[in-house]
């Protein structure tokens, strides 16, 4: 247990770091936004503390010495973490605050969120000039730009046909495994799958 605490804790502390360097405060670097990046943040950042440790955890308290177990845990709960941390970006910009608990401050604090990786994929020149004139600036019309790029590339639609797929990928990678128990990690996507916070 000692061990895979302090692995997860390296890990998470590694995402942290990829996040800072590559998004520090006050510097817009747009071409560091890539999915590779954005995957590589997410993964260790959020995916092996949220989703791992606690699956890992109980396998450790139950007995389970099975490496296998442990490799197919640790693959379903990367996929759980990342598909978490895309909606929490989605929600960061499209939630409503009242009900995710907070005004979501992705775009003025430059985070290499899902969203501004998929508009750096989209966008003409003319679109990423309205980037790069306007991310990271804490400033309420600068937002409504790129808020307003968004809605002209659709993203909301990008998300929801990636949750859709992303869904169906780990109901299909969950039922497929033999050697953890399903319901497990079904309960664990029916409870982000579609969440609204």
Request: aromatic letters at 12%; hydrophobic letters at 40%; proline letters at 3%.
């Amino acid at each position: 247990m000692l061990e895979l605490f302090h692995d997860v804790t390296y890990q998470t502390s590694c995402g942290q770091l990829i996040d800072l360097i590559t998004a520090p405060i006050g510097k817009v670097d747009l071409s560091k936004y890539t999915i590779e990046t954005y995957m590589r943040i997410v993964t260790y950042k959020t995916a092996f503390y949220t989703f791992y440790l606690p699956a890992a955890s109980a396998m450790h308290l139950c007995g389970v010495t099975d490496a296998a177990a442990f490799a197919t845990a640790r693959e379903i709960c990367i996929r759980l973490g990342q598909f978490f941390q895309i909606q929490d970006d989605y929600l960061d910009c499209y939630g409503a605050p009242e009900v995710i608990g907070k005004v979501g401050t992705d775009i003025e604090d430059n985070k290499c969120s899902w969203l501004v990786v998929q508009a750096m994929t989209r966008c003409n020149d003319e679109q990423r000039k309205i980037v790069e004139l306007n991310y990271g600036q804490n400033d309420p019309a600068k937002v409504a730009a790129i808020k307003a790029l968004y809605k002209e590339l659709d993203l909301e639609s990008v998300f929801k046909t990636y949750e859709e797929k992303s869904y169906q990928e780990l109901s299909a990678l969950i039922a497929g495994q033999k050697v953890l128990p399903k319901a497990l990690f079904m309960e664990m996507l029916a409870k982000i799958y579609k969440r609204s916070k």
